[in-house]
């Protein structure tokens, strides 16, 4: 698609905005009940092309991205009037008789990017958001996940009004001519290096950006004493390492944190568990494609790497598929250990004091997640206050992707930004106060010319002394300093 093709798309989501047709109650919902519909009916066809694009089991493409999008357009529709409603906002004394009232109102056209290793739910989930906020929308899926970027081109526009809401696929230099256009809003989700990217285009236009980037995030998995915590703690691990797009996943854990004594119980209880859940490859994802199956194979050429691999390391290039592996205390230095992993390998870091991982995650860049396996009180407390990161998840691993009452989003250089629920909501809108006053009232004192008194009602007023400023109005509070000129 050229230059000129792409304009008058975007001119075309422009004109349906301008008109105003987006902002209503009634098109918002439409457009969230037809998207509603649009999954319910091509719930087959939306699976079948997961599996094309990443090998996804059914079950665990319904999870992680049909049904999780039915769940947040159910909830989008269920509180959409509330979310569109105006905040009423308390003021001070003073201020009476003014109200005041916070109104969302949409941003205008938004520009969306989506990623590969969650296709469809990264593509809609912040659609939902800029949709309910009333805006106009273009959405440019990732073309290294080419089956459900033709789906959502194809059906998209059968269900969703067209004229508003665009979907252009193309490859990085669809999305470099798309750049140079001026939005109101960019969203992007990937990668580091082409977040910059995304940022500095933006910049020409002032434009404001959301990045959802990632990084490695930590596990800190603690001593538990009981044995059934034990074993609910390592099946979650290996369902946040490997069980939601085989570990290309934002928010999957990179590495886990542990003390050196529980090293080889937590590798032999991780080997059973992966034995239990995984042995059957086709409940698996697989690897994008072939490039980033390179990648992940070189992470494990440094000998020193493949020397620290105590379960798994084998790959197929045929099935594009690397079975889950485990790593122990390979070097820190090693690019396994400074570049995010985004896959099936697992590098365990062992520590003489489990608190000494808080000390570890500070030494890094600030993560997406940081998860802790705990029950230890004193130790939830130092990572919650002495560590940085988009969210804290205590005993758990990806369930907070699922809540839309959480926010979602990073800080630092695992992105900016927040949605999900009532979040996306916000993240497409522009928060816009409005007050109202009568003229009922006049504050004449907050005018020329200045005199003493004037000086005491505003001190009083701004340090919300109403007593004294009563007091001063009425001429029965003595001046307790001096008044002069001068001093301008």
């Not at 969703?160 to 470099?176: C, F, R, T």
């Not at 994008?288 to 790959?315: E, P, T, Y």
């Not at 889950?324 to 590098?347: C, Q, V």
Request: glycine content about 6%.
């Amino acid at each position: 698609m050229w230059d000129l093709e792409l304009d008058s798309v975007v001119a075309e989501a422009r004109t349906a905005f301008e008109s105003g047709k987006t902002r209503g109650f009634e098109w918002r919902k439409s457009q969230l009940e037809a998207l509603l519909r649009l999954l319910q009916e091509k719930e087959d066809a939306m699976c079948k092309v997961l599996k094309q694009d990443l090998g996804k089991h059914r079950v665990e493409a319904y999870r992680d991205e049909v049904g999780a999008l039915i769940k947040t357009l159910v909830n989008a529709l269920l509180n959409l009037k509330k979310w569109m409603s105006p905040e009423p906002v308390s003021l001070p004394l003073i201020a009476f008789p003014t109200v005041a009232e916070v109104v969302s109102e949409p941003l205008g056209v938004v520009l969306v990017f989506s990623s590969w290793n969650f296709p469809l739910g990264i593509a809609l989930e912040p659609l939902i958001g800029a949709i309910a906020s009333g805006n106009a929308a273009v959405l440019k899926p990732s073309e290294l996940a080419p089956a459900t970027s033709d789906l959502l081109a194809s059906e998209v526009p059968k269900y969703l009004d067209s004229e508003a809401i665009k979907v252009i696929q193309g490859g990085p230099q669809v999305a470099e001519q798309l750049l140079e256009l001026k939005w109101d809003k960019i969203f992007f989700t990937g990668s580091a290096r082409v977040g910059r990217i995304v940022m500095t285009a933006a910049a020409k236009h002032l434009t404001p950006v959301t990045l959802e980037l990632g990084g490695k995030c930590p596990a800190i998995f603690d001593s538990l004493k009981s044995a059934r915590d034990k074993k609910v703690a390592i099946e979650r691990v290996a369902g946040g390492k490997w069980g939601s797009c085989l570990g290309q996943a934002c928010i999957g854990i990179d590495y886990l944190l542990v003390e050196e004594k529980y090293a080889a119980t937590l590798v032999e209880l991780l080997k059973e568990v992966i034995k239990e859940f995984f042995s059957n490859s086709e409940h698996l994802a697989r690897i994008v494609n072939k490039h980033h199956f390179q990648r992940l194979c070189d992470l494990l050429q440094d000998q020193s790497v493949a020397d620290s691999i105590v379960h798994g390391g084998s790959v197929n290039p045929e099935k594009l598929f690397i079975e889950p592996t485990i790593l122990l205390d390979p070097p820190l230095d090693a690019e396994i250990m400074t570049e995010e992993i985004f896959g099936p390998l697992l590098p365990i870091i062992t520590l003489k004091k489990i608190e000494d991982s808080v000390k570890f995650i500070r030494a890094r860049p600030k993560p997406l997640v940081i998860y802790g396996f705990t029950n230890d009180e004193k130790l939830r407390k130092r990572i919650i206050e002495e560590t940085s990161s988009g969210c804290i998840v205590f005993n758990d691993a990806l369930i907070q992707y699922m809540c839309d009452t959480i926010p979602f989003g990073g800080v630092g250089q695992s992105g900016f930004g927040q949605y999900h629920g009532k979040f996306s909501f916000d993240n497409f809108s522009n928060r816009k106060p409005v007050a109202r006053r009568s003229f009922i009232l006049e504050l004449s004192f907050r005018y020329p010319p200045w005199n003493a008194k004037k000086f005491q009602l505003i001190r009083h007023i701004l340090h919300f002394d109403y007593f004294g400023f009563v007091l001063c109005l009425l001429g029965l509070k003595r001046q307790n300093y001096r008044f002069s000129l001068e001093c301008w």
